[in-house]
């Protein structure tokens, strides 16, 4: 007999099974299957890597390993954040039936977008073969990268569902403020072509910057900065408190408001 699980851990495996669901059936009447996930990333490189190579005039191999790890990282951000803004819209009819804890519909979103970024990453080996990237001790550091991104993602999803619950035109402002904040962000272009001190201030208050950096800069091959580690921490603990206070206070109304 198996031990029962307590809530906490019963609310991670729901979340994970509907997780699981969700993903299947993206690819379950697909004829290329998971392979599909890796195509339009390669085809995105394919597209994106020498055009925005040849603006900046970098090396196009080295550049590669850049763009790819950056649009992984940000797709995994993105689509996470979005797919929250609607987390108790689209479970509405379920929310209102069934005494499940709310909040599993936001871990769904975020454990389905975790799961494919984790599938998106295995592509990176034969990408650091491309890019003549060799492995580094700092590569260690990556599982803490992602830790702290998933879950600083997760807050941010408790406390955007919620908001989305109650405002209805807040999934569309969400979904142009990422959009917005992909060309502000360095993914797809290098910081060393910002120029002033300004500037990079104003790029170093960007958050998913940081958090963009300890899981890139790890699969580069380099470490993090101090102010990296330190601001993606504090984003964390910030996001947590604010989660946990739109938690504590909304949650019961979410009922009512889908």
């Not at 900046?56 to 763009?67: G, I, K, M, P, T």
């Not at 990079?200 to 990296?228: A, C, D, K, W």
Request: hydrophobic fraction near 55%; aromatic fraction near 12%; include cysteine.
């Amino acid at each position: 007999m198996k031990p029962a699980l307590s809530p906490g851990n019963r609310v991670i495996h729901v979340a994970y099974v509907l997780g699981m669901r969700d993903i299947k059936r993206t690819y379950q009447r697909s004829k290329l299957g998971f392979f599909r996930l890796f195509l339009t990333t390669i085809l995105s490189l394919v597209i994106i890597v020498p055009i925005f190579a040849t603006i900046q005039e970098r090396d196009l191999s080295e550049f590669l390993a850049y763009v790819a790890s950056g649009l992984l990282i940000w797709s995994f951000i993105s689509d996470a954040i979005n797919d929250s803004a609607v987390a108790y819209l689209a479970s509405a009819r379920t929310i209102r039936q069934i005494a499940i804890p709310r909040v599993t519909f936001v871990f769904q979103r975020i454990i389905r977008n975790a799961l494919m970024l984790l599938m998106s990453l295995s592509i990176f080996p034969i990408i650091m073969v491309i890019s003549k990237l060799a492995p580094t001790p700092y590569l260690l550091l990556l599982p803490i990268g992602l830790l702290i991104t998933v879950l600083c993602v997760t807050n941010i999803g408790i406390v955007i569902a919620t908001l989305g619950a109650r405002f209805r035109d807040l999934p569309a402002i969400v979904s142009a403020v990422m959009r917005v904040l992909f060309f502000l962000s360095p993914i797809i272009w290098v910081t060393e072509r910002i120029d002033g001190q300004i500037a990079h201030f104003i790029l170093g208050l960007n958050p998913f910057y940081h958090l963009l950096q300890i899981v890139r800069l790890p699969l580069l091959g380099e470490m993090p900065t101090s102010i990296n580690w330190a601001l993606s921490i504090f984003a964390l603990i910030a996001s947590s408190i604010l989660a946990y206070v739109m938690y504590r206070r909304f949650d019961s109304k979410i009922a009512y408001w889908v």
